[in-house]
């Protein structure tokens, strides 16, 4: 079965960038989507299909897919984008990956 | 605007039955294009998916919860429902409904903490 890959945690010095990777085989070749939550609340969807920002949601994050990896950039990292973040695939159905804790200093 | 709420019990006995419901507004469940879905985080955990429903009935399952889960839907009350049979403490969990997309979420209930104990 198809596994995705995160980082148990990031850290990012405040006004700086961060990256949250998300491996898997090939994923370059899947539709990665990216979730942020945090404590307490739902998931809110932040990117989809690589690199599509939904409405509401700030330029500074962005996406890209390539080979094996695929990557969340937040550019100027704000102390509230400190959150849980998760990739997600559809492999026959949807599968998340296990989430990376982004803490921002 | 579109909002989905779960509801049901938030205390289930061991062996017995979750049942949840999700309750759609600002869009009509039978008209959309969409799958509505049931995801889970047991606490400190990560996200889960359950399973799928069309609003024509059409489903399909986490292979590892088939065995066990249920998901149906009412367009006459704009609902749909989830229900996972045989529970235990490792079901335990967050339940959130959400809007399916092509492929990913982008609307989703508060979330409904579901704790199995006796």
């Known amino acids: 079965s198809y596994e995705l890959t995160q980082p148990l945690s990031v850290s990012v010095a405040l006004g700086q960038t961060a990256r949250i990777t998300c491996g898997g085989n090939n994923i370059g070749s899947k539709n990665v989507h990216w979730y942020q939550q945090r404590p307490g609340q739902a998931p809110v969807l932040v990117i989809y299909r690589d690199t599509n920002r939904p409405s509401g949601i700030p330029e500074r994050f962005s996406g890209s897919n390539s080979g094996n990896t695929a990557t969340l950039t937040i550019s100027g990292a704000q102390a509230g984008d400190e959150a849980d973040y998760y990739c997600q695939v559809w492999d026959s159905s949807p599968l998340f990956g296990g989430g990376t804790k982004l803490t921002v200093l | 605007q579109l909002q989905l709420q779960e509801s049901g019990p938030g205390l289930v006995k061991p062996s017995e039955t979750l049942s949840l419901t999700c309750t759609v507004s600002?869009?009509?469940?039978?008209?959309?294009?969409?799958?509505w879905g049931w995801i889970r985080q047991p606490p400190g955990k990560g996200l889960e998916w359950i399973g799928s429903?069309?609003?024509?009935?059409?489903?399909y399952y986490n292979s590892s919860l088939k065995s066990r889960v249920t998901i149906s839907v009412d367009t006459s009350k704009n609902q749909f429902s989830l229900k996972l049979t045989s529970v235990t403490a490792a079901d335990t969990a967050v339940y959130y409904c959400a809007r399916q997309g092509s492929g990913w979420y982008q609307h989703w209930g508060q979330g409904a903490l579901v704790t199995v104990s006796s």
């Open positions: 429903i069309y609003y024509g009935g059409s489903t």
């Open positions: 600002g869009d009509s469940i039978s008209s959309s294009s969409y799958y």
